[in-house]
């Protein structure tokens, strides 16, 4: 398993990705800790700083895969609509969080796919998907007890230049069906931004950019509160979808 070329912490790891792409303050964060430490006169060697685990991880999927699934979006006999981006968004009259239309929070234009069809472009990022979760699930063991399978849809997004998922947002946020059974989440890059476009964490204080092919996986809770940058000269295309409990 490849390290990530991280912002000050060579420590954190992503399967087989090369983090130029990925960055991160978590060492700032240990300075901190080190100097609290020395305030309150305790030896550095009796407290060990821990790394920080962000389980953010993944691989590379073929850009010829991705090629493909671009196709499929913009194939005129797809049989999936195209539709402008929705939020869940809980608000007065909204309490259960129901999809709304909100391009200041969410601009794009998305193709929900069923897994289902039988179409080998699906099909064989389907079976690339499965060869990143498998590497995630050898990485962090103990996920391997989780009874988890591909959500029966996904999602292929294009955001327009400018356009993003503006707002931070989990993926988990609610008790409705579709969002309670959420457990990881997992996004694919299906094409290169060379300014913007990268998707931020919050809490793991990670920035990755965007690169055709590189998937990342993620648990799906309050944890990993992340958002999208717009990318000013450019369209950026993903695909994502979740991993639930069964």
């Not at 020395?38 to 790394?51: N, S």
């Not at 796919?113 to 080998?120: A, G, M």
């Not at 498998?134 to 996904?154: A, H, I, N, W």
């Not at 299906?190 to 590189?214: A, C, R, S, W, Y």
Request: hydrophobic share 30%; proline share 4%.
């Amino acid at each position: 398993m490849d390290q990530l070329e991280t912002k000050d912490n060579p420590s954190i790891t992503a399967g087989h990705l090369n983090s130029k792409h990925i960055y991160s303050d978590t060492n700032a964060l240990s300075e901190k800790m080190r100097e609290i430490i020395q305030k309150q006169d305790v030896e550095e060697k009796i407290v060990k700083v821990p790394k920080m685990e962000t389980f953010v991880s993944g691989s590379i999927i073929p850009t010829t895969v991705c090629d493909d699934l671009v196709k499929f979006y913009n194939d005129d006999n797809s049989p999936f609509p195209i539709l402008e981006g929705m939020i869940g968004k809980v608000q007065k009259g909204n309490e259960s969080g129901t999809a709304i239309l909100d391009k200041k929070e969410k601009d794009s234009r998305d193709m929900s796919v069923h897994w289902q069809i039988k179409d080998y472009r699906i099909a064989n990022f389907y079976r690339e998907l499965h060869r990143v979760f498998v590497e995630y699930r050898q990485r962090y063991v103990t996920s391997q007890s989780l009874r988890l399978r591909v959500y029966e849809t996904f999602n292929i997004q294009k955001y327009p230049k400018g356009g993003a998922y503006f707002k931070w947002h989990s993926e988990r946020v609610n008790t409705e069906p579709k969002s309670a059974m959420r457990a990881l989440a997992w996004m694919t890059y299906l094409n290169d931004v060379e300014e913007g476009g990268e998707t931020v964490f919050f809490n793991q204080q990670l920035v990755i950019k965007p690169k055709k092919g590189h998937t990342y996986i993620w648990p799906a809770d309050w944890t990993h509160t992340h958002k999208g940058n717009p990318a000013p000269n450019e369209e950026k295309m993903i695909a994502t979808g979740w991993y639930e409990f069964y």
